[in-house]
């Protein structure tokens, strides 16, 4: 993984970019946050977009950094919003079901919209990913 900080505009949104895959091979080491090279110690005080669009997998311990961010952003008086996913990425995200917890949006935009305005649930900015290929059949018996 390569994360990079693109700008920090006039409004103090810090617009960071994280490219290449995001393994468990990214937080081996134990070290610091990766937030914390870009953005400084106190990352998690800040506003910040997270560009995931040069991202093409993730794993479960990518989907684990993305909730600690989160959760420490929520503590630290910052807000994070993760946006542009793949669509490997956001297949992953809805298989494990983390449209609740993750504010994920589907491109800048909505993102930047996401921090100026009121908090909307995370589940609504991106229409699961499964929803458009499942079509198989009910199983007899779990009929609708």
Not at 38 to 64: E, H, K, M, N
Not at 108 to 123: D, Q, W
Request: glycine fraction near 8%; hydrophobic fraction near 40%.
């Amino acid at each position: 993984m390569k994360i990079t900080l693109n700008d920090i505009d006039p409004a103090g949104v810090a617009r960071v970019a994280v490219a290449g895959d995001v393994t468990i091979q990214d937080f081996a080491d134990g070290g610091p946050n990766p937030m914390e090279s870009v953005l400084g110690t106190s990352w998690a005080a800040q506003r910040v977009l997270v560009s995931l669009d040069s991202v093409p997998y993730i794993d479960s311990s990518a989907i684990g950094w993305m909730i600690d961010c989160q959760r420490r952003f929520k503590s630290g008086g910052g807000c994070v919003v993760w946006h542009s996913p793949s669509t490997r990425v956001r297949e992953m995200i809805d298989m494990l079901k983390m449209r609740n917890i993750l504010d994920v949006r589907e491109n800048e935009s909505a993102a930047r919209s996401a921090l100026k305005g009121p908090p909307e649930p995370a589940a609504a900015p991106i229409p699961p990913a499964a929803a458009a290929t499942n079509t198989a059949s009910p199983t007899p018996g779990n009929e609708p």
